[in-house]
């Protein structure tokens, strides 16, 4: 890298994280959503978890905040007899991640994409920069973490795998969602889910969601987190794993349900697919960071 190159990327790295600044400095000022009503609430929110984008294990050049897993032995996939299986989910099998990996604590907002990126994709942008970007195909999932690594001169970041996603969002539990059992499997209320992840049935928005249905998603971490801290691992956005769906790697796997999804679809072991390429606004990400060697 010649000293020109050098130069552009410093200036470039210290505005983004001006950008990032005077961002959470904005979301701190208005009390936690740009499209709150001043009470911190954000969109039907619960209201005083905003901490969770500025607060974890590790805190990157930017501001996003990631918690540590521990490596572990888990069961993936769900038992033959939970309510709202479906056929073509993983047979439960025991699995064991042996390296220990920073998850981020809530999904990718529209705020840091914006940072890394330039421009917001996002189909909900009304809903503000604290709420997860959507409308990003997987492989833009990949191209804001090529900039993100290149950004912090790295190789760390990565989406993370099935199994890492599924490990972390269950976070110890073995029931549908990380706090308990399922109840509902329709679009109907189900008051464990409800406490924990934006989904059909509490997912009205009170911005323009340009959707006939009045919902869209929320800013991140209003609701409980799971046991280690891990924000929106169930509904508000789908997100893209590594892994691919099918053996002919044609399909992407998603996970986690988002903001129109059935309680059912929220649960820890559900997992769908789509193309790579295809961006929907249901459709967002988190990053994992690995340990330096």
């Excluded at 047979?91 to 914006?114: F, N």
């Excluded at 959707?211 to 956005?237: C, F, S």
Aim: glycine share 12%; charged share 20%.
């Amino acid at each position: 890298m010649n000293n020109s190159q050098k130069l552009f990327k410093f200036l470039r790295y210290t505005f983004l994280s001006m950008v990032v600044i005077l961002g959470l400095v904005t979301i701190i000022g208005t009390g936690g959503s740009s499209n709150g009503d001043g009470s911190g609430n954000g969109n039907n929110g619960n209201g005083g978890k905003g901490d969770a984008l500025t607060e974890g294990d590790f805190i990157n050049s930017l501001g996003m905040a990631f918690n540590y897993i521990e490596p572990g032995t888990f069961m993936m996939g769900s038992p033959e007899d939970e309510p709202g299986r479906r056929e073509d989910e993983r047979r439960q099998q025991e699995v064991t991640l042996t390296q220990g990996y920073y998850m981020q604590t809530t999904p990718v907002t529209q705020g840091q994409w914006v940072a890394v990126m330039g421009s917001n994709p996002s189909h909900f942008d009304e809903c503000g920069t604290d709420c997860p970007v959507d409308s990003v195909s997987r492989n833009s999932a990949e191209d804001f973490i090529a900039a993100l690594n290149d950004l912090e001169d790295t190789d760390r970041y990565a989406l993370p795998t099935e199994a890492q996603w599924e490990y972390a969002a269950r976070a110890g539990s073995t029931t549908a969602f990380a706090n308990g059992e399922i109840t509902e499997t329709g679009d109907g209320y189900d008051p464990v889910l409800d406490s924990m992840g934006w989904y059909y049935y509490n997912s009205q928005v009170d911005y323009d969601s340009r959707w006939g249905a009045g919902r869209g998603t929320h800013p991140v971490a209003q609701k409980e987190p799971n046991a280690w801290g891990l924000y929106d691992m169930h509904g508000n956005i789908w997100e893209w794993v590594s892994d691919w769906y099918d053996s002919g790697e044609i399909h992407a796997v998603a996970r986690g349900g988002g903001f129109r999804s059935t309680a059912r679809d929220c649960r820890s072991g559900y997992r769908t697919d789509g193309s790579p390429s295809a961006r929907s606004f249901n459709n967002g990400f988190r990053i994992v960071r690995l340990p330096s060697d």
